[in-house]
């Protein structure tokens, strides 16, 4: 499938969808959006494809955040639109059964750190700089980043970069734990691979349960406990965990189809 504003490629099982719009800093509009709902459709349905990265096109931006100036002259029911596009696209990414990483390459800001929180997972390259300088617009966060940011470092220091719309560099990421890990640009993909292989080593049926135990800690209504219990329950009855118990059994590595 041909795409405008993503590159897409399968390599190893993996599926990499590269925002591609460097000249606009990879900044998201309505188009970037829809192709990433269907990238995300085509690494959802191709058995082939086991794990998942997105990054950005250029040296330096993963994405800036909305495109501002498709938003620009939007009226209030306009914008909640845009929002719910937003938030119900990243959260496919967000419940993917397939792991995700975000390779973060550059600025993550507004929709671009939202994006990247989105992710299950996220690598950064030294250069990065994140933040959500919505607040410098006159606006909220829309695609979720009130919500994942505080998920993922905490209320205080998710208040500060919201309320301040300041940016961070790569370390501070780290310390925050926003990021996993901080790496050279030249080795960002390297490491974001690696790392994905070592999940992709796993039984692909236990990381979905993985990943849908640990984002219905975040649910409401849903007791994550209660889930666990199912979903440890319901990997007994696969291939998975007849091959993974066999082969332990047999001194030998597992192999999972
Ligand atoms: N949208 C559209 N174009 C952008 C964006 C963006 N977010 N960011 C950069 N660009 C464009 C610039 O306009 C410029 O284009 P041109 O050459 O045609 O003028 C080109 O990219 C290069 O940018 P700069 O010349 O500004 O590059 P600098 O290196 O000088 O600065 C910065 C880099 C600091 C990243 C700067 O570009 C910047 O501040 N960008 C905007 C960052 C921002 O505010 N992002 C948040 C956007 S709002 C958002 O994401 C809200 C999400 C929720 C929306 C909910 C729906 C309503």
Redesign the pocket.
């Known amino acids: 499938m041909e795409f405008k504003n993503i590159l897409t490629k399968i390599q190893n099982r993996i599926f990499t969808i590269t925002l591609n719009r460097p ?3 990879n ?1 998201l509009n309505k188009e970037v959006f829809a192709e990433l709902e269907q990238a995300m459709k085509i690494a959802t349905e191709n058995s082939e494809v086991r794990g998942i990265i997105i990054t950005g096109s250029g040296e330096k ?1 993963f994405a ?6 498709e ?1 620009a002259n ?1 009226t209030p029911e306009q ?1 909640s639109e ?2 719910a596009e ?1 938030q119900r696209i990243f959260k496919i990414i967000e419940d993917s059964k397939k792991p995700v990483i975000a390779a973060v390459n550059g ?1 993550a ?3 671009g750190l ?1 994006l990247a929180m989105a992710c299950h997972i996220r690598i950064a390259s030294v250069n990065s700089r994140f933040g959500q ?2 607040v ?2 006159g ?1 909220t ?3 979720a980043g009130t919500q994942r940011l505080t998920q993922l470092i905490g209320k205080g220091k998710a208040l500060e970069l919201l309320m301040t719309g300041g940016m961070i560099k790569s370390d501070e990421a780290l310390d925050l734990k926003l990021v996993n890990y901080v790496v050279p640009l030249n080795e960002l993909m390297k490491t974001t691979t690696d790392l994905l292989g070592k999940i992709l080593r796993q039984s692909p049926v236990a990381v979905a349960g993985v990943i849908a135990c640990v984002n219905a800690f975040y649910k409401e209504g849903v007791d994550g406990f209660d889930f666990e219990v199912q979903e440890f329950g319901r990997c007994f009855g696969t291939g998975d965990f007849i091959e993974g118990t066999t082969a332990f059994l047999e001194k030998r590595k597992a192999e999972f189809k």
Do not use: T
């Open positions: 000249k606009q800093l900044a931006a800036a955040g909305a495109d501002i100036k938003f939007f914008g845009l929002s937003g600025f800001l507004g929709g939202e300088p919505e410098s617009l606006v966060p829309g695609y």
